[in-house]
């Protein structure tokens, strides 16, 4: 298949290849069968052709069959059946059904695609029609296709034991439309450019110069006031310093760099986080620079090369903190850090191709593919996650914490409600998530509803603004939790940044009530299947972000008091 990788030029009169691909519930955008699940009937041309070009196609239930129609390079074609179907009582009900659940099918065209309506049904929805012509037509600049458009005609009503004849057409025009500015017509300009869209992004970045200036400003003053008197207390003498009252954050030095509880599987979701973090951050980048949505399923394989690619960092993080925390089972760790997040991921797949299969959808994924997945991730992630480990446990793997840590754990003193780490890690989650919840519209629109997403220098910009805001709602929850002279920041940090997933998900169940209308248990488990996986991600990602901001802050105020 040389055009993809050159010109996708024709000469006058060359084939052109019309693909089938898939057939489903207009309501449903992920529920989808190949398009000869439907009894429609095949073109004269009879050789059918099958093919899955890249692996996130693939994952993505691309199903492209040929069509068996004859379609030449400019070469006009009047109305031509081109083939008939023998409606008997299952093939009607067949399309009866695909008709009252308002069935629509997807083709291509030199990966352009086109949609169609299967049927009609008129108002008392007794009756039912089905399209039966075709017709296209395509717009060319010199020798390459731009445009294509698609008109159904031809209503035939469904009555069993009737032959009907399917159509086809074929326009061929001139068009001005560059080659390169060809999918421009997908995109949806009135829906992202929405003041709405300009609007959410200066709210957030407001709210992050206000959170930033509020962050500093506290903890400036208060630290200060802090070192002050730490420093006051210094110079007292010890019977002084018994009777004074000396509290705060100072008093756990002996405790806060003690190892987390739960060592191995914190730092394997810490080294996750970054991970994530940084395949966000790359494949952001590639589709700003790159249009990658007009390649079928690149932004999955782009997705998956990144993650893949970026396993050392995962090894590196989780490796370096599990030995900064005295861990010794290493290799146990760096297994679960390695598998922590493809593990989610095929499972949850696992179980959605459960249904898919039971189904007979073209979401089924291949059995090549999964083996494909499963070698990538013993020869490719476990390798490099590996290779990640040694280096951090080598290169900053040492504990050179600030202060000692006491043998003796300091109990922990009782506190308000409000200063409990559950209560922290409740509150944690709200203004990270009020800073993207309106890109969570946009995003979850795109992706549910097959708007094509673009506008990947405002999801870039969402980024950065979470993760400043993370950073600083972790840095003054920690602040507190210290300050009440718990020690337990780890989880603390962790876990109130990692909150903003569970608005996420929450928010996630109103989009399916309120923004769309999926159905059927099949869409429905992979819609809220995948918005597991994908909230838990970004918690994992949110987490280990605001963990590393707020291990930054307590190591520096601590460096910077005394402690004898
Ligand atoms: C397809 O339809 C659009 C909008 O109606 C029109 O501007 C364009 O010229 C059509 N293209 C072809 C090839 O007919």
Known sequence: NSK???????TDKEEVVLWMNTVGPYHNRQETYKYFSLPFCVGTKKTISHYHETLGEALQGVELEFSGLDIKFKEEVMQTTYCEIDLDKAKRDAFVYAIKNHYWYQMYIDDLPIWGIVGEADENGEDHYLWTYKKLEIGFNGNRIVDVNLTSEGKVKLVPNTRIAMSYSVKWKKSDVKFEDRFDKYLDPSFFQHRIHWFSIFNSFMMVIFLVGLVSMILMRTLR???ARYSKEEEMDDMDRDLGDEYGWKQVHGDVFRPSSHPMIFSSLIGSGCQIFSVSLIVIIVAMIEDLYTERGSMLSTAIFVYAATSPVNGYFGGSLYAKQGGRRWIKQMFIGAFLIPAMVCGTAFFINFIAIYYHASRAIPFGTMVAVCCICFFVILPLNLVGTILGRNLS????????????????PEKKWFMEPAVIVCL???????SIFIEMYFIFTSFWAYKIYYVYGFMMLVLVILCIVTV?????CTYFLLNAEDYRWQWTSFLSAASTAVYVYMYSFYYYFFKT???????TSFYFGYMAVFSTALGIMCGAVGYMGTSAFVRKIYTNVKID
């Open 4 to 10: 993809k990788f050159m010109c996708f030029c024709y």
């Open 225 to 227: 006031k802090d070192y």
């Open 397 to 412: 793997g040492q504990p050179n914490f600030p202060c000692r840590v006491n043998a003796v754990p300091r109990p922990i």
């Open 428 to 434: 944690g989650g709200i203004l990270p998530f009020g």
């Open 472 to 476: 600083c709602v972790t840095i003054v």
């Open 517 to 523: 209308k999926m159905y059927g248990l099949f869409q």
